[in-house]
């Protein structure tokens, strides 16, 4: 049987594993990380459910390491045949971009907390943490500012209306995926990031 210091309050699970409380707390609901409360409400989560947790994102991040500084998209997306579509397509943009791929928002999420890309494209209709959710932490922090969103979405205008509050100042598009427009987007971003890198040198 496991004694309590075989358990970690969701503080130092955060600190653990370099992520914020939030999404400690998010991956406790979606069941990516094991938990009870005690008697006082409080959760606290087994040790061997962090260790599980950090080889999983150790994986991803080794798998997920640009050593050439490419341009970097990262697709939320849960259909896996659009999946296997946006990297096929996206494959093809001439600045060869380096696409990491999510297929719910948690593991977006966990993906943005390994590294920022220049450019993240969510379907706003995904399970867990979904799109506009996603959307409304990645504005609150000041880390992603210089990360440019772009939601596709095929849900009706009226439900885009009612939170446009939250797609302020995030390019939606509409599905069928417009493959074309998202090459444009990501042209221009390249080109501004490489001037930015050529002031910099010195």
């Known amino acids: 049987m496991q004694t309590e210091k ?17 999404t400690v707390q998010m991956l406790v609901n979606s069941g990516q990380l094991k938990a009870w409360k005690t008697p006082g409400g409080h959760r606290r ?24 500084g490419r341009f970097r998209v990262l697709v939320v997306e ?7 579509l946006y990297e096929f397509m996206l494959s093809k943009w001439p600045m ?3 696409i990491l791929t999510a297929s719910d928002g948690i593991d ?7 590294q920022c890309p220049d ?3 969510a379907d706003l209709n995904v399970p867990g943490v979904n799109g506009f959710e996603l959307i409304k932490l990645i504005k609150k922090s000041p880390r992603y500012a210089c990360m440019t969103l772009v939601a596709v979405s095929g849900l009706g205008d009226d439900i885009l209306e009612a939170r446009k509050d939250i797609l302020n100042e995030v390019l939606v598009l509409t599905k069928p995926i ?14 501004t990031r490489s001037d930015v890198l050529e002031m910099q040198t010195p």
């Open 6 to 22: 075989n358990f970690l309050t969701t503080g130092s699970a955060a600190s653990l594993l370099g992520v914020s409380l939030r």
């Open 45 to 68: 989560i087994p040790q061997t459910s962090i260790v599980k947790l950090l080889e999983a994102k150790q994986s991803v991040q080794s798998a997920s390491t640009n050593p050439e």
């Open 78 to 84: 849960d259909d896996p045949a659009l999946l296997k």
């Open 96 to 98: 060869a971009p380096h």
């Open 108 to 114: 977006a999420l966990n993906q943005l907390e390994q």
């Open 119 to 121: 450019l993240m494209i």
């Open 178 to 191: 417009p493959f074309e427009t998202l090459k444009t987007v990501a042209c221009y971003l390249e080109r």
